[in-house]
Each structure stands twice: as structure tokens, then as C-alpha cells.
């Protein structure tokens, strides 16, 4: 029998894969602690995502976005063993595919996030690198930020993230690939849709400088 | 910081050879909140002089025009300190850059003023620069780091970005006020002195309790405001000692910050973690970003105070970059721009 194999080390969690975990082949992620940060806060924080995270799991499953099956989750281990998905992070595949494949990809996409936000989930963290393309799905991943929640104001803080996302790393075709993953998105959430894009915007413009005096007098 | 010392007498890398023969001397003016400050340097690298002069608000937080008229009552003092600290006459300067943007409008209107005034009467070109990209540059030159992931944390900005194709990335930025922001309004409430930071380092030496507060992360982005609402209603609350407030207020909201630092930097993998802006100045910030670099076998590059704050030598260096890549800006399109985001900004003497 195969022993575990570290096939991950995020940020926040190393990720096994334990080929024969009960005759099964599964993804074991557990959040490490962090020397940084207060050990109170750490274990906090390590805890609550956790169980967390497999509780937004399993609602999204009902808003019809696919997700990793959950077989265990282990609170005080920080750790949850879920299936393994055969597939590739969608920020790896990106750059791969053209033009057609590219929108098609994101069109999914969108789709899916309307439909978790439909079903008053926010991602927390919707970013490609929380994606799997697997075969023509597209796997969400890591909740552990997410939220039950159908305020326009967190909405918008998952589109602002996506676009974020494209803006920053997949910079080559940010415009085209927000076109389709709106298109996706709005064709899910139907009207809502408008209002958690305008404040996606709005959340782009808000002024980092904190000063509201100086925001009535303009530029010059 | 032996380092800050050497690079005084090498230049950078990255400086252009026809620089290094004919040298251009800069005189930059940083004018985007409290801080008025008139540095000078050259383009081989050298800081000449780095002058400032700081607004300190009688009571709360900076206030815009009165900020405006003490960099108005300064320039003149502050111009000719810098100049006499440099050891150069007028007529040596070949280059004027000011702070364009991002920063407090009546701030930065003062600075262009006086950066437009001297252009025209020494004659020689105006470049208008971005105060984060600024940071960014001349924390690269203070610590040698060549292609840093930064952390850019002070009152008025909060900022994880990273170079590549072109321009700065923000891989991650607040959703709402500046760190150094949330530790002043919480200062401010609990009386002590402005700017907050320093105080509630110094309160929470002697904290040792946590409490409970809101830790917001998104994504790569955070959110300060519930923490200092938080924050300051468990202090109108008085069940807690205010050395213990502060204690978790800064455990809570470095936390963050190093939560966010450590995913930017797992999902860009540079080789360098640099620290700047004032809040880069805490000892448990900088411990922080030291246990995150290590942990992923990147340098940590610590920007010394002079240059970590808001200065004019970062806009004098940033001039001279921005000149060497062939940017200018004429006087009649110097107007400011309050809001100027750092990934707007084309960087091409870096590529």
C-alpha cells in the first residue's frame, strides 16, 4: 500500500493525497498552525475554518456547483478529508486554452458563481486558484472564507476578487475573460445580478485615502 | 541597517549606463499628507538630501487644508535645507518630481505648486510621480532587494503588490481604511497620542490578555473597519485593561496583514519580502514578515524609518527612473490625481 504524499503546501494548509483511505482516494487539507500568530488566534481561526469550510461545502453541492465530496472533518486537527479531484488549478490552464476555450471556461464560471450566490453563498476567495477544471466541470474549492450571506455588498467582494484576480495575474485578457464570466453570471443570478456588479465597481473606485472633506473638493 | 549605508556608494543595477557618465541630479518633492518632504538624488544612486517638515495636528486625525497651509508655510525652509544638505546650488537641479497621487488633495496641489514653479524658473523637466510606486523604488534601493513582493502599510494606504509584465500588481489591498488609519481612530478614542501606531505599540508591550475582535481577510484583501469599531465599543464597554485592547488590537489586525502577505507571496513565489511605510516600523509587524519570509525562502528586506515614511528622496529617486524610461510631464497637464492607483502606473525602466 501507497503511503501519503504531500502534494500541496498553500498558504494556509498542506494538502495530502492518501491514495487508499478507507479503499478510497482522498485529499487530506489541514491548516497548519502559524508561528506568527497568536496561538489563541491560530487555533481560533484554524478551527472555525474548518468546520466551516465543510459546512459551505456541502451547501453549495445544493446550489448545484460542483464540490469535493466530504468524507471526515477533524475540528481540532484543523483537517478535512474530502475526495480527491483529478484535474488541473484553472490559473494553470488559463494561458493554455484559446480564445473560444477561454470563454467557455469562464462562462462556467460565472454560471456557478451565480448560482452560489443565488443560493446566498458568498466564496470569500474566488479567485482561479480555487478551481479545478476537471473534464468539462469546473470543481469550486476552499470555503474556508465563505459566507452565508446575500448582502450586495459581500457579492461584490467576490466579483471584485475574480477581477482582482484577473487583473493581476491574468492580465493578458482581463476584459475578455470578465465579459464571459458576467455573461455566465448574470444568465444565473438573473436581475440581482446588477446590483452586486454595480457594487463591485463601487468597491473598485472606494477612496483608500480616508477623507471624506477632502473627497468634496475634486482633483486640481 | 548596514545595508542602507552601501548603497550609498554603488549604484544600482538597473541604472542606465549613459547615467552613470552624464549624472542627472534630482530634486523631488513628497507633499501627500502630513509629512512635506524635499529630497535630492542622483542618478547613480545617491541620496543627496532627504529633508522633512511634519504637519502635527493639534487634536484628531490630518486635516486636508491645514495640512495644505503648513507645507505652504514650509516649502521655502524646507527647499533651501535640502539644498544646503546636498551641498548643490539650483542651477545643479536638471530634473523637479513631485507626488502626483495618490494622497490628500489640498496636500498634493501645494507640493505640484511649488514642483510646477521651479521647472519654469530653472527651466528643466517636470515629472510627476506615484507616491506607492515611490515607495516601492526607493525601498529597493535602500536594501538591494531587486524584485521584492511589498508590503506597503501607513496611514492612508495598505498595499501587498509585486512587479511583473510592465507594471505593479496589487495582489491584495484593504476594502476600507489603512491600517495605520484604524490604529489611529483607535488612539484617538482611547486619548492616546497621534500618530496611533507607536502608542499602541508601546500599550501593548504590556497587554498579554486576547480579545476577542474581527478578523476580516478576503481573498488576498482585508477589511480594518469592524476591527476598529470593535475595538473601540469594547473600550467605551471598560471591561478590558487598555494595555490588553491594544495587545489584541495589533495581534488582530498584524495578523491579517500576515495572512495576506503570506498568500501573495505562496501564489507570486518572489524571492524578496520587503516591509515599508510607517506601520513597518512596529517590532511585532516586523517579526511577523520575518516568520513569513523565512518560512517560504524569501529575504526580508526592511526599508530604514527615513525612508519608510513618507520622504521626498523616494520622489526624487522615482523622478529619476521615470525620466531615465522616458516619461515627462508638461506643466500643462501636471494637474494631481488624488486617486491614482498603483497599478495604473506603467514602470518601463523595470522589464
Known sequence: MEGLRLVAKGAEADLWLDPDWNGRRVLIKRRVAKAYRHPELDREIRRFRTVHEADIIHRAKGAGVPTPVLYQVDPEGAAIVMQYVEGEMVREVVDRLDCDGRRRLF????????????????????????MIRAGDRVVFIDFGLGEVSREAEKRGVDLHLMRRMLTSTHFRHTEELFDAFEGGYRDALGAEADEALRRMGEIERRGRYVDREDRLDGDG | MSRAKGFLSSPPPYCLKVEAIDRLVCLGIESTADNLGVGIAASDGAILANEVSSHVPP??????????????????????????????????????????????????????????????????????????????????????????LTLYVSGGNTIVAGYEAGRYRVFGETLDIAVGNCLDVFAREAGLPYPGGPAVEEMALKGERLIPLPYVVKGMDLSFSGLVTASAQELRGGRWRLEDLCFSLQEVAYAMLGEVTERALAHTRKGELLLTGGVGANRRLRGIVQSIAEEHGASPRFVPLR??????????????????????????????????????VEVPWRG
Open chain 2, 59 to 148: 487634536e484628531g486625525g490630518i486635516h486636508p487644508r491645514e495640512a495644505a497651509r503648513h507645507h505652504a508655510a514650509e516649502i521655502g525652509r524646507v527647499l533651501e535645507g535640502a539644498l544646503k544638505a546636498a551641498g548643490v546650488e539650483a542651477g545643479d537641479i536638471g530634473l523637479i518630481a513631485f507626488s502626483r497621487g495618490p494622497g490628500l488633495g489640498p496636500c498634493l496641489r501645494t507640493g505640484a505648486t511649488a514642483a510646477r514653479a521651479l521647472a519654469a524658473y530653472l527651466d528643466v523637466p517636470l515629472v510627476g510621480v506615484n507616491h506607492c510606486v515611490a515607495h516601492i523604488e526607493i525601498g529597493r534601493l535602500a536594501t538591494g532587494a531587486v524584485d521584492p
Open chain 1, 107 to 130: 462562462r462556467v464560471i460565472g454560471l456557478q458563481a451565480g448560482r452560489l450566490h443565488g443560493a446566498g453563498i458568498v466564496h470569500g476567495d474566488m479567485t482561479t486558484s480555487n
Open chain 2, 307 to 344: 525612508y519608510a515614511t513618507d520622504n521626498g528622496a523616494m520622489i526624487a529617486w522615482t523622478g529619476l527612473l521615470a525620466h531615465a524610461g522616458g516619461i515627462r510631464t508638461p506643466i500643462e497637464s501636471s494637474h494631481v490625481d488624488s486617486r491614482w492607483r498603483l497599478d495604473e
